[in-house]
Every structure is written in structure tokens, then in C-alpha cells.
Nanobody
Framework: QVQLVESGGGSVQAGGSLRLSCAASVDINRRCMGWFRQGPGKEREEIASINVDGTTTYTDDVKGRFTISKDNAKNTLYLQMNSLNSEDGAMYYC????????????????WGQGTQVTVSS
């Protein structure tokens, strides 16, 4: 059973920073990992992913402000978020594909429970 546990959310003023963590119960080294978010009244969207080979992708909304990374030794995925604005307020989820699965646009297999990020102006 794969478990993903997010942490690091909270309230921050606009322009501030947060770092989210996602602790996995399995090896994250050789699988696609991603961060999603769902704001009030919005659909869940993928905002960043890190592939089996370490390459990263970002949605345009967060590119240049957010950085996805991972510590394979700790089986932990991170999302560094800088220059936060009110549009970034959302529930943030990490997700994982199956072992050796690349990020290929298909659905993720495992999900965390989410961590809330609130940005005040």
C-alpha cells in the first residue's frame, strides 16, 4: 500500500514563500511524481511533475516561482513556492505513478490527502 503524506501548508502573506513536503512510504526514485492543487470552485490541476529521469515540468501559472524536487534517500518530494499570490491559495496534493512509470499524461495511481495553502493580500 503506497502512502503519501503532505505537510508544510499554512497561511502566508502575498509575496511570501512556503515549502511543501510529501513523505512517501515507497521508493520515489524511479517513478513519476507530481504536485496538484485545487482552489475553491476550481478543478484539480497538475502544476509540477518530476520524471523518472529527473526532468521537471511546470504549468505556466507557477513556472519561475515554484520548484519541484525530491530527496530519494528520504523518499520525500518537495515543492518550494515563492512569490505567492492569492491565486495560489488552494489544497495541494502530491501524487505518484507506479514503479518505473514515466510522466506521460496518464492518470496518477496514488494520492495524498492534501495540505491547505492560504495566501492573504
Amino acid at each position: 500500500q503506497v502512502q503519501l503524506v503532505e505537510s508544510g501548508g499554512g497561511s502566508v502573506q502575498a509575496g511570501g514563500s512556503l515549502r511543501l513536503s510529501c513523505a512517501a512510504s515507497v521508493d520515489i526514485n524511479r517513478r513519476c511524481m507530481g504536485w496538484f492543487r485545487q482552489g475553491p470552485g476550481k478543478e484539480r490541476e497538475e502544476i509540477a511533475s518530476i520524471n523518472v529521469d529527473g526532468t521537471t515540468t511546470y504549468t505556466d501559472d507557477v513556472k519561475g516561482r515554484f520548484t519541484i524536487s525530491k530527496d530519494n534517500a528520504k523518499n520525500t518530494l518537495y515543492l518550494q513556492m515563492n512569490s505567492l499570490n492569492s491565486e495560489d491559495g488552494a489544497m495541494y496534493y502530491c501524487a505518484a505513478r507506479k514503479w518505473l512509470d514515466y510522466c506521460d499524461g496518464k492518470n496518477y495511481d496514488y494520492w495524498g490527502q492534501g495540505t491547505q495553502v492560504t495566501v492573504s493580500s
